[in-house]
Nanobody, 114 residues
Framework: QVQLVESGGGLVQPGGSLRLSCAASGSIFSIAAMGWYRQAPGKQRELVAAITTGGSTDYADSVKGRFSISEDNAKNTVYLQMNSLKPEDTGVCYC????????WGQGTQVAVSS
């Protein structure tokens, strides 16, 4: 079983930046991929970015060129650097890990508003 703890959310003005962190613990050796999902108010949860243990990355079209996912294996942590934030990026961001089963963090709120 994998436990995930997110941090780094907050309120930022349009055009600003935030970096989210997701620290993994437990059966981390079994993780094949990790990612970030976002759930905007009244909408379904959607994939924002993902990274495999081999370092391959994938992004939603809406964030390409603005967001970057990375990992620090020594710290068992995945990061999501979010630049040029827009109001439509507002939502709760969830970290997830695929290790046979899916594990989810508790979520961190991102609000983009002037």
């Amino acid at each position: 079983q994998v436990q995930l703890v997110e941090s780094g959310g907050g309120l930022v003005q349009p055009g600003g930046s935030l970096r989210l962190s997701c620290a993994a613990s437990g059966s981390i050796f079994s993780i094949a991929a990790m990612g970030w999902y976002r759930q905007a108010p009244g909408k379904q949860r959607e994939l924002v970015a993902a990274i495999t243990t081999g370092g391959s990355t994938d992004y939603a079209d809406s964030v390409k060129g603005r967001f970057s996912i990375s990992e620090d294996n020594a710290k068992n942590t995945v990061y999501l650097q979010m630049n040029s934030l827009k109001p439509e990026d507002t939502g709760v961001c969830y970290c997830c890990a695929q290790s046979g089963a899916w594990s989810w963090g508790q979520g961190t709120q991102v609000a983009v508003s002037s």
